[in-house]
């Protein structure tokens, strides 16, 4: 008896072993992407706007720490498409990392790729969106990623969770109106509205029977994952009369602090908390803009969802709701707000920020006027006096390749696609956040990469300049996540500011917003190989130039080395 007993304790153990690693396994998640013209009404107008599955936003991709991803992308559309996984790191994956003509040719209308990658070492909020000229306006959604299953959140596990997506509408094609200030050689012409998951708010004409309610309960906790999906605007964030607990940002966990307000550069995330602690009723989630650059057009309007408590009692039939709660919002100029915000973010956990540095990289940023050349009419050259916008990285305006990839050009060794002479240091040190010289406002044109050895550990300091007009420029690097130690004001001073860095539990982000007329310090280890651009995430400058790629050469042995490229790939 007392071997039977024993034996089916065994078995029975050994079963549960076997739930609990099944259960705990990793998976992979099939979806099918179709890229497609769909007629959305907004604003009382309708435009045939790019969507993926006729939605506006895109799928939700739900997924836990360690999963597989495998997405089919089929382009019904008229234009080029690619898409990026913005914020994931795509170990030795960088096939699968989106921007046309960086790690891919695009697809072509007719055709289609699939994107194969696993999330390693990411918890929280990302997302995804369109890397083809303008499409990112209605190409996007987000992507959720849960800690591995049995593993719980580093804080109380929310009773309710909600992807809050911002977002920017044109009434008319995107891509019409980028290829018009291409044309022309002025900026291009600014929303008609922003978004909350796809709805304008009812602050906008046309709108109210639309606009997004997010549920609410009293005495529930519900965490909101906010992403900004704007093509070309920071965003202020706030929900009336409630306290945000902020827990994490672009996938990962920060240690939490209480505030009213937040503030997300186009590509950041940000997660919250949020109690329900206020009497029931009606209140307004607000998005608005901050513009930091002086004497520039933006869309100075309000985007609104509404927080609705669902122990309101129903009004009598034919009686309007309640007019929801507006929380009070900052100027839209209003820098301190911003800086008070993210001065607060710090990493939950000590952080393994590199203590030394092998690579001491100085970047400076900024917009640029280019002369009218000589075969151009006047309605090419429509920028102030009869010049052209443009934007640099160290005085070097970049341009993609058209015929090949540069990740293809440089697996395959293909000549004349681009060199890796991109500058280390500024060419000519000036006053970079000053009264610069007019010697000083045209960059040179380029596709210079620069070339880092597999495990360096680099820093790159991110220096703002006041070229045309000082502004805040939202700093993505693809392929990898990094440490902001240190942010300023006015120029860095090494023999000052080195006094500043937080190498214990700086943030760590993959877009950083540089603030307006002064710098950031980033620092991470290159140990992904590929190609991987840095850029700002305000697309009208990404469109002009304001980026460069580094080129992480491969490692040793099969798990430092780039994978072999897709049978698949799209051909240019």
Known sequence: MTKIMASYLLGLVFLLALVLLSTASPKTHYHDFVVQATPVKRLCNTVNAITVNGQLPGPTLVVNEGDGLVINVVNRAKYNVTIHWHGVRQMRTGWADGPEFVTQCPIRPGESYTYRFTIQGQEGTLWWHA????????????????????????????????????????????????????????????????????????????????????????????????INAALNQELFFSVANHIFTVVGADASYLKPFT???????????????????????????????????????????????????????????????????????????????????????????????????????????????????PNFSKNQCQGPNGTRFTASMNNVSFILPSNWSLLQAHRYGIPGVFTTDFPAKPPVKFDYTGNVSRSLWQPLTGTKLYRLKYGSRVQVVIQGTSIVTGENHPMHLHGYDFYIVAEG??????????????????????????????????????????????????????????????LVEDGVGEYETLQAPPEDLPLC
């Open 131 to 226: 890397h083809s000229s303008w499409l990112r306006a209605s190409v996007y959604g987000a992507l959720i990623i849960h800690p591995r299953e049995g593993t719980p959140y580093p804080f109380p596990k929310p009773d309710r969770e909600t992807p809050i997506i911002l977002g920017e509408w044109w009434n008319r094609d995107p891509v019409t109106v980028i290829r018009q200030a291409t044309r022309t050689g002025a900026a291009p012409n600014v929303s008609d509205a922003y978004t909350i998951n796809g709805q304008p708010g009812d602050l906008y004409k046309c709108s109210s029977q639309d606009t997004t309610i997010v549920p609410m309960d009293v005495g529930e906790t519900h965490l909101l994952r906010v």
């Open 259 to 373: 505030t009213n307000l937040i503030m997300l550069g186009p590509g950041q995330t940000t997660d919250v908390l949020i109690s329900g602690d206020q009497p029931p009723g009606r209140y307004y989630i607000t998005g608005k803009p901050y513009q930091s650059a002086q004497n520039a057009a933006f869309d100075n309007t309000t985007t609104t969802a509404v927080l609705e408590y669902r122990s309101v009692p129903c009004p009598a039939k034919g009686l309007p709701k309640s007019t929801p709660v507006l929380p009070p919002m900052p100027a839209f100029n209003d820098t301190n707000a911003v800086t008070s915000f993210t001065s607060k973010l710090r990493s939950l956990r000590r952080a393994e920020v590199p203590a030394d540095v092998d690579e001491d990289l100085v970047f400076t940023v900024g917009l640029g006027l280019n002369t009218c050349p």
């Open 489 to 550: 004001f006015g120029n860095f001073d090494p023999k000052v500011d080195v006094k500043k860095f937080n190498l214990v539990d700086p943030p760590m982000r993959n877009t950083v917003p540089i603030p307006v007329n002064g710098w950031a310090v980033i620092r991470f280890v290159a140990d992904n190989p590929g190609v991987w651009i840095m850029h700002c995430h305000l697309d009208v400058h990404i469109a002009w130039g304001l980026a460069m790629a580094f």
